[in-house]
């Protein structure tokens, strides 16, 4: 007599990997991979220049269950939910395609290594203005093959790096950034569509996370100085700060949501609360240049310490852009000071059309191809895969 073994499943995305893995290969040829929610406002430009522009076919790969790209009508996109499991690390080790590009750094340092059976070209699109060194770990971007570069100041921390530390030289582009680039094509629609009842200015609160951000260590305080100062006041914490610190999130529901001028954002899929804002104030969070470039409206950064995710960034000499620019597009004020943010907030909406001309000068000189970033990665894509699909072929 036999024994009756269960039924074993390895899951849909395992089902989904082998789907992966019996494309064609000219549709297997050019692959995204979306390792997060986020991920999609950095890769959908490019996406969108290849498969409508170029008329591309691509594969898209993601760990998101709620990618937008899952239910997408574009023919030329072929999407799959790969999840964030062992379907995931054999895919990549097991990939079989000429050029994979992703916003995800540290490929090789974890469980995510380059692929064992082609040699694939891996493309790497910042998520972030910051500088390379000072917001990723160290050797983030050591084992791409091509970097997509959003400003001068990540060619000279790459090279810096790789003359630092001897490593091989990477081919960088000078792409610009998508997502600033979709934000200045919006911001004459909502700024249309969106009404200002009680014509308050409206002050956003979009700080950084960690145990030394500007939510975790002065939350109260600051919302109710600008609350007392007759502002509109939308905080919109970061999603790890919703998610590992709900008790902050609570403390300050309890304590002003009775107050009609004041709104707690934690969905931040919606960008209407920055659009309509007129300023924003942050501690070292990486929208902050996003907000000051796109809307050319001022920041006040609180001075909080600054979280550091690479500890030898200083073997790299270049000043990080986060640092640097500060008190160019907006005003750092110290956190035993708060009481001053009103005053300071009322000078700079003061002069509010010499500082628009300030941060539209500065941005022409740390972003390149601002309106035109997607163009110019999607034929760099487009040449990469022709490239290595010949060299594949030999």
């Known amino acids: 007599m036999f024994m009756k073994l269960p039924n074993f499943s390895l899951g849909p995305e395992w089902k989904e990997l082998k789907k992966i893995e019996s494309l064609k290969p000219s549709v297997r040829s050019i692959m995204f991979y979306a390792e997060n929610a986020g991920s999609i406002v950095h890769l959908q430009p490019l996406i969108d220049e290849l498969t409508e522009s170029l008329e591309r076919e691509i ?93 001068p100041h990540h060619v000279k921390e790459i090279r810096a790096t790789e003359d630092v530390y001897g490593l091989k030289s990477k081919n960088l582009i000078e792409y610009g950034y998508g997502h600033l680039d979709t934000l200045l094509q919006e911001t004459f629609m909502f700024k249309q569509q969106i009404s200002n009842n009680n014509n308050k200015k409206r002050i956003i609160v979009a700080p950084s996370f960690g145990v030394n951000s500007l939510l975790e260590t002065k939350s109260l305080e600051i919302i109710k100085i600008l609350l007392d100062a007759q502002y ?67 920041v006040i950064f609180v001075d909080v310490p600054k979280k550091i995710n690479n500890p030898n960034f200083e073997d790299i000499h270049c000043e990080p852009i986060e640092v640097s620019i500060r008190t160019k597009i907006g005003y750092v004020i110290s956190p035993n000071e708060l009481e001053k943010i009103p005053e300071k907030i009322y000078s700079l909406l003061e002069n509010l059309d010499e500082f628009r001309k300030q941060i539209i000068e500065i941005r022409s000189k740390t972003v390149f191809n601002i309106g035109k970033s997607a163009i110019v990665g999607g034929k760099h894509i487009a040449k990469i895969a022709d490239e290595c699909k010949a060299i594949n072929k030999l």
Not at 236 to 244: F, G, L
């Open 59 to 151: 594969c898209y790969i993601t760990s998101n269950r709620s990618d937008p790209i899952l239910t997408t009508k574009n023919k030329k996109i072929h999407a799959f939910y790969i999840g964030s499991g062992t379907a995931r690390t054999k895919l990549f080790l097991s990939l079989k395609a000429d050029v994979l590009v992703m916003d995800m750094p540290d490929l090789e340092t974890f469980h995510i290594k380059r692929s064992k059976t082609q040699p694939v070209h891996y493309v790497y699109v910042f998520h972030s203005m910051f500088s390379m060194h000072s917001y990723l770990r160290k050797g983030a971007v050591d084992h791409f093959d091509t970097i997509f570069c959003v400003g």
């Open 232 to 298: 509109h006041v939308t905080v919109r914490p970061h999603p790890i700060t919703t998610r590992k610190s709900p008790h902050i999130i609570k403390m300050i529901q309890d304590e002003f949501q009775g107050n009609s001028d004041f709104v707690l954002e934690t969905d931040i899929s919606s960008y209407d609360s920055l659009y309509s804002s007129d300023c924003m104030i942050s501690d070292w969070s990486g929208v902050s240049m996003e907000y000051a470039f796109a809307f050319t409206r001022p």
